[in-house]
């Protein structure tokens, strides 16, 4: 729907006012969410307490919608129903119907669109990050404020009362922010939802009513007596399983097993999943020589000068480093424009090659695997950008899902890249200054394991959410990489390359070069072993998949 929609936007004489996103217009508070998830992670603290006070303020204001909604739908009497039902029972049932259709907003303004769990305690948990960004950004009376308010959901909670402790003792909280009171909207979200809550609690154990409380904060004395027990087994069972989300959220369900044998000459084991204190993980050296370093170095130079960038922008991910891009068949065509050796582009290719066969050697599994994208990146650190910057080069992420740090969870869905399922970087050079690897957790935070780039070094993962990582920021030179993701779905192999490869055919030389001893290489005995250009060209026939990229 969203890629037909981007179709119709670029029909000749189509405007922007033609289109009116009614959805778009409930999301707001996810993108008021991810902006303030991002300001956190970068650390401008000033930003976080702006974006997490929309995000309140809008997702206050979306249930509010919602419930108007509630109130909408109850106009239309419903039809008499089967059951024989006295007048008091039936205008018990509708009111209880329409309380219900109100709490129940709380489910649908949580639920991302397009996914189907909610986001538990989605507004305590709006309120918990805002307190601790404005304690950040030294707003202590909004600290303050915002922790008494989380306090109403949660009046006993301990973090947040020696939290509250810890703000009202410090020095600079005068007497005013000292008092400061819980905010009005969330006191009187809370007494009505509580209100409410009631009477539906009351309905189920009086009236046969049903209802499912959307929230976990809902305190025991709101339950009768009579509903005790099976309220307590429910929120039980519910935290049992979320409990039960996290433990097994570790185990990497890819069908991938690190530890097969590594066949390349020369290319040894540095790390693995013990010492990268992970699962799948592995990091292996002397993959590339000096000299095969310096080459895909110089072509990355001239190829980057001639515009390759990536897509205009500066760089995706951080406004204080330069970012370049340069893909197999975009060598190769410079290569045929003359302006750079062709020997180099092969040689780009010819690596990929080889890391295919590493990664499908040490990575075991029962599939087939196919290059799903390549291309040499580099990042330069821009002069005079790097002053008190906090950023990274790369923000945490997990390559073939959405990371949601807050729930640690991990969306499989657009726009991340589904069908990558193994991932490898391969490192060219070391003379920039931060630019560090690592790994780290579902949080996004604890840092795991770290890995410094170097020529020929090679970080091998699986793409899935056991391996979210990120890169720190270049804070001086540039460093480049050659990044690899392979797929075990066929329709989603890199056309791009199948480009590249046909073209080198057609111009009669074989694709992968043919072993010479060339002297230099590490290469030597991966890139015969296992080209699959002739089974390649077999299968020829255009997917419509969507094209791969960063
Ligand atoms: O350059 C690196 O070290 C990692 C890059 C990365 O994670 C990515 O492009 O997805
Ligand atoms: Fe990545």
């Known amino acids: ?47 976080a307490v702006k974006k997490w006070k929309e995000c309140v303020n809008e997702t206050l204001k ?24 006295g007048l008091y029972e039936r205008a018990a049932d509708l009111s209880l119907s329409l309380l219900s259709c109100k709490q129940m907003c709380v489910t649908l303004v949580s639920t991302r669109p397009g996914r189907v769990s909610a986001v538990e305690d989605f507004l305590p948990l709006q309120l918990e990050h805002l307190h ?7 707003d202590l009376k909004g600290a303050v404020e915002t922790l008494r308010s989380l306090l109403l959901f949660y009046p006993t909670d301990s973090d947040s009362l020696s939290n509250l402790e810890l703000y009202t003792q410090t020095v ?52 009768p007596e009579s509903l005790r027990e099976t309220w307590r087994a429910e929120k039980e069972k519910l935290h049992e399983k979320l409990k039960q989300g996290e433990k097994v959220e570790e185990v990497d369900d890819s069908g991938f097993y690190a530890g097969g044998p590594v066949p390349v000459v020369g290319v040894t084991i540095t790390m693995d999943d013990q010492r990268l204190n992970g ?27 001639m515009g390759d960038g990536y897509r205009g922008r500066r760089s995706p991910h951080t406004p204080h480093e330069k970012f370049e891009g340069l893909t197999v068949l975009r060598a190769l065509q410079l290569a045929q424009d003359g302006l750079v050796n062709q020997s180099d582009a092969r040689l780009l290719h010819e690596i990929g090659e080889t890391v295919k066969v590493l990664m499908d050697s040490y990575f ?19 002069p005079g950008h790097q002053e008190g910057r906090s950023d990274l080069s790369h923000p945490v992420h997990v390559d073939n899902c959405i990371l949601e740090p807050e729930t640690r969870q991990c969306w499989r869905e657009a726009p991340a890249f589904t069908h990558r399922d193994l991932s490898a970087v391969l490192y060219l050079n070391d003379d920039f200054e931060g630019g560090d690897f690592f790994f ?43 990044a690899l993701w392979f797929t075990t779905e066929k329709q989603h192999r890199d056309m791009e390359r199948e480009e590249a490869e046909e073209l080198w055919a057609a111009d009669g030389k074989s694709v992968v070069k043919e072993e010479k001893g060339e002297g230099e290489s590490a290469l030597k005995s991966a890139r015969s072993g296992r080209s699959q250009g002739k089974e390649r060209s077999k299968d020829r026939e255009r997917v419509t998949g969507r094209r791969d990229e960063l």
């Open 172 to 223: 600079e909280v005068n007497t005013e922010a000292q008092e400061t009171g819980p905010m009005q909207e969330i006191a009187k979200y809370i007494s009505r939802a509580l209100q409410e809550k009631r009477l539906l609690y009351f309905g189920m154990a009086n009236l046969d009513f049903k209802f499912s409380d959307p929230d976990l904060w809902t305190p025991e004395d709101i339950v």
């Open 364 to 382: 075991r599994s029962h599939s087939v695997l196919y290059f799903a994208y390549t291309h040499l990146v580099c990042r330069s650190a821009i």
């Open 132 to 138: 601790i960004a404005q304690f950040k950004a030294g």
């Open 1 to 47: 729907m969203r890629n037909n929609l981007e179709k119709y936007r670029r029909i000749l004489g189509v405007k922007e006012e033609s289109f009116q996103d009614r959805e778009r217009e409930q999301e707001q508070h996810w993108e008021m969410y991810d902006a303030a998830i991002l300001a956190e992670s970068s650390s401008d603290w000033v930003k």
């Open 279 to 305: 699962t799948n993980r592995v990091v292996l050296d002397g993959v590339l020589s000096q000299s095969e370093c310096d080459r895909v170095m110089q072509l990355a130079t001239v190829a980057a000068s």
């Open 440 to 482: 780290a957790d579902r949080d996004a935070k604890t840092v795991t394991a770290m890995v410094k780039p170097k020529c020929g070094r090679l970080v091998g993962f699986t793409s899935g959410p056991v391996n979210p990582h990120g890169v720190t920021a270049v804070t001086a030179g540039r460093r480049c990489a050659l």
């Open 62 to 85: 979306q249930t509010e919608e919602c419930r108007a909604q509630c109130v909408m739908m109850s106009q239309v009497i419903p039809e008499e129903p089967d059951t024989v039902q």
